[in-house]
């Protein structure tokens, strides 16, 4: 059985930083693309960052670039992200995501199989 527990999450002022953890189980961390996704209350789930199985491939939305780095340790089965300078806009569940194969998939959760419950990150402005 996977299993994706997301960790790192709460309650910052803007300009302060963050760094979610994802700890995996039941998968061979190595052989996924893994991503991390964000909802806000009334939107739909985007993507904000994600990471070839290898680590060479890495995709940044464009609201966050310059301000979040994904990475991964396949050892410890752990996918972070580390989220700076932070902004009431950052506010939203964040969830993280495995993938069926090495290479990023497109976009869409759609193209994501496995799941954490997410945890919540709120900046205060």
């Known amino acids: 059985q996977v299993q994706l527990v997301e960790s790192g999450g709460g309650l910052v002022r803007a300009g302060d930083s963050l760094r979610l953890s994802c700890a995996v189980s039941?998968?061979?961390?190595?052989?996924?693309?893994m991503g991390w996704f964000r909802q806000a209350p009334g939107k739909e789930r985007d993507i904000v960052s994600a990471?070839?199985?290898?680590?060479?491939?890495?995709y940044y939305a464009d609201s966050v670039k310059g301000r979040f780095t994904i990475s991964r340790d396949n050892a410890k089965n752990t996918v972070y992200l580390q989220m700076n300078s932070l902004k009431p806009e950052d506010t939203a569940v964040y969830y993280c995501a495995g993938a069926m194969g090495r290479a990023i998939p497109r976009a869409a959760p759609a193209n994501y199989r496995y799941w954490g419950q997410g945890t919540q990150v709120t900046v205060s402005s």
């Open positions: 039941g998968l061979t961390l190595s052989s996924a693309a």
């Open positions: 990471i070839s199985a290898s680590g060479v491939s890495i």
